[in-house]
């Protein structure tokens, strides 16, 4: 009796997983981030500063969808958010300190 309900439960590890990619490609950006202006240099390649929180906010946005724990979903999601604003916040700033150089 017990082997049939256990035969009708599909064991899914994938949502989980893709979570925790989101949250993981948020520490990777918040690591290329400080790395990058720590050493003032360009060490990643700066697509990398913007593609990677878009990847792992859309990771994130799918990790939503699932019945599993979503913890790292929105942790992911709130990270790779605050790596894109602190970006376009710098750019800005910048531009409007010294427009011309």
Not at 11 to 22: C, V
Not at 44 to 50: D, E, G, S, T, V
Not at 78 to 84: A, K, P, S
């Amino acid at each position: 009796m017990e082997l049939a309900f256990l035969k009708n439960k599909k064991r899914t590890l994938l949502h989980p997983i893709i979570g925790m990619i989101s949250f993981l490609c948020g520490i990777f950006s918040l690591v290329e981030l400080n790395i990058n202006y720590l050493f003032l240099s360009s060490f990643f390649l700066p697509q990398a500063l913007y593609s990677i929180p878009v990847l792992g906010i859309f990771l994130g946005m799918v990790a939503l969808f699932t019945r599993r724990s979503k913890m790292y979903a929105w942790w992911g999601i709130g990270l790779n958010i605050f790596v894109l604003l602190f970006s376009f916040v710098i750019l800005i700033l910048s531009w409007s300190i010294n427009p011309k150089p």
